[in-house]
T-cell receptor
Framework: GQNIDQPTEMTATEGAIVQINCTYQ??????LFWYQQHAGEAPTFLSY??LDGLEEKGRFSSFLSRSKGYSYLLLKELQMKDSASYLC??????????WGAGTKLIIKP | IAGITQAPTSQILAAGRRMTLRCTQD?????MYWYRQDLGLGLRLIHY???????GKGEVPDGYSVSRANTDDFPLTLASAVPSQTSVYFC????????????FGPGTRLTVL
C-alpha cells in the first residue's frame, strides 16, 4: 500500500525554527511536494523536490532523501501567519499525488 | 476570473439528491483534478483529467462522475448523494502532469443529510 506519514500537530514559538518531517512509502516516486493550508482555505504550493538535497526558498527550505523515503520542511524565523497545516504529497508511478494527512503547526508568541 | 473558481461555496443536500459541483479555470491548464478532504485524512483523489476529452478514476471514484468537454470546465456530479459524501471538495489544475504544481480552487463544503 501507499503511505505518507507526518506528525499530526506541532507547536513552536514565534521567531524560532521548526522542522516538519514526512516519510513515505509509495509505488514509484516522481517528486515530493509541500503545500501550506490555512484553516478554511485551499492548499497553496510551497516547494517541490525530485532530487536528493536541500531546496531553499526564503524562510522555507525542503529536504529530500529518496533512499530513506524521507523529507522535511524547515521553517525559519517563524511568524504568527505561519500557523497553518503543512501537507506533504508524493507523485507516484502513475503521476498522481498521494497526500499525507497534514501537520497542524501552532505558533505561540 | 483569475485562477480556479468553484461553485457553490457550500451546500446542504438531502440524501438521494443529484448534485453537480462546478469548477472553472482560466489558466489554460491541461490537467484538472477533484479531491475530497476529510478531517484526519489526506486529500484523496476522486477523478482527474489529463487533457480535455479524457478522464480517469482516482483513489475514491465510487458515487462520482466527471466530464471534460473543454479545457476550462471540469464538473463533478454526485448521482445520488449519501451522508458519507459529506466533505470539503477541492478542484485543482496543473499545466502538465509531471513536475508541475497544482493550483487549488477555494473548495466546496458539502453536507449530505
Amino acid at each position: 500500500g501507499q503511505n505518507i506519514d507526518q506528525p499530526t500537530e506541532m507547536t513552536a514559538t514565534e521567531g524560532a525554527i521548526v522542522q516538519i518531517n514526512c516519510t513515505y512509502q509509495t509505488s514509484g516516486f516522481n517528486g515530493l511536494f509541500w503545500y501550506q493550508q490555512h484553516a478554511g482555505e485551499a492548499p497553496t504550493f510551497l516547494s517541490y523536490n525530485v532530487l536528493d538535497g536541500l531546496e531553499e526558498k526564503g524562510r522555507f527550505s525542503s529536504f529530500l532523501s529518496r533512499s530513506k523515503g524521507y523529507s522535511y520542511l524547515l521553517l525559519k524565523e517563524l511568524q504568527m501567519k505561519d500557523s497553518a497545516s503543512y501537507l506533504c504529497a508524493v507523485r507516484d508511478s502513475n503521476y498522481q499525488l498521494i497526500w499525507g494527512a497534514g501537520t497542524k503547526l501552532i505558533i505561540k508568541p | 476570473i483569475a485562477g480556479i473558481t468553484q461553485a457553490p461555496t457550500s451546500q446542504i443536500l438531502a440524501a438521494g439528491r443529484r448534485m453537480t459541483l462546478r469548477c472553472t479555470q482560466d489558466m489554460r491548464h491541461n490537467a484538472m483534478y477533484w479531491y475530497r478532504q476529510d478531517l484526519g485524512l489526506g486529500l484523496r483523489l476522486i477523478h482527474y483529467s489529463n487533457t480535455a476529452g479524457t478522464t480517469g478514476k482516482g483513489e475514491v471514484p465510487d458515487g462520482y462522475s466527471v466530464s471534460r468537454a473543454n479545457t476550462d470546465d471540469f464538473p463533478l456530479t454526485l448521482a445520488s448523494a449519501v451522508p458519507s459524501q459529506t466533505s470539503v471538495y477541492f478542484c485543482a489544475s496543473s499545466e502538465g502532469t509531471s513536475g508541475d504544481e497544482q493550483f487549488f480552487g477555494p473548495g466546496t463544503r458539502l453536507t449530505v443529510l
